[in-house]
T-cell receptor, first 115, second 112 residues
């Protein structure tokens, strides 16, 4: 089955600097890669996603890149702000109406923004 | 819209007791999922459903059962709770035509 590895487990950056979180996946059939942000005491919330037919996607200060050949995808946050402090999860999904439509998550990255 | 609602939000069980966690979504989503979240281990998939009347095992299904009798509800059952099942449980749903999943607020379960 699918296995998603996420690094680093913790990340501390100065406010205004950039943060990068990296993930790798194992199943070449996975074709959708969402990123979630989880704040303390809340459920994960989707912040950005990318499909396998796209190499990069950007939404304001957040961008995601995908390298299908290497099975790598990354989250980039620029001009970090205090409200970016949270736990971030990457995930891999094999979409489609099949029994394999599972969402498998990485182990999470705790991002702290230093003032 | 309420989105995804989990009931209860907190629960303490004694070892061997049983309970059912309820997940309800009002978005007419096909897919529903149950995850558990433990410190340092991220979100691990327990069971999931791709439609009413269907369920499938995830990564860590042992000790849990599920049912999806109605499209909007996904129930997670613990027949005989064990301390190893102490965790925060999250339910999620997603539509068949979109990728993003919506999560509930979680149920914090402690088994003593």
């Amino acid at each position: 089955g699918e296995n998603v590895e996420q690094h680093p487990s913790t990340l501390s950056v100065q406010e205004g600097d950039s943060a990068v979180i990296k993930c790798t996946y194992s199943d070449s059939a996975s074709n959708y890669f969402p990123w979630y942000k989880q704040e303390l005491g809340k459920g994960p919330q989707l912040i950005i996603d990318i499909r396998s037919n796209v190499g990069e996607k950007k939404d304001q200060r957040i961008a995601v890149t995908l390298n299908k050949t290497a099975k790598h995808f990354s989250l980039h946050i620029t001009e970090t702000q205090p409200e970016d402090s949270a736990v971030y999860f990457c995930a891999a999904v094999e979409s489609g109406y099949s029994s394999a439509s599972k969402i498998i998550f990485g182990s999470g990255t705790r991002l702290s923004i230093r003032p | 819209n309420a989105g995804v609602t989990q009931t209860p939000k907190f629960r303490v069980l004694k070892t061997g007791q049983s309970m059912t966690l309820l997940c309800a979504q009002d978005m007419n989503h096909e897919y529903m999922y149950w995850y558990r979240q433990d410190p340092g281990m991220g979100l691990r998939l327990i069971h999931y459903s791709v439609g009413e009347g269907t369920t499938a095992k995830g990564e860590v299904p042992d000790g849990y059962n599920v049912s999806r009798l109605k499209k909007q509800n996904f129930l997670l059952g613990l027949e005989s709770a064990a301390p190893s099942q102490t965790s925060v449980y999250f339910c999620a749903s997603r539509g068949s035509s979109s990728g993003g999943a919506f999560f509930g607020q979680g149920t914090r379960l402690t088994v003593v």
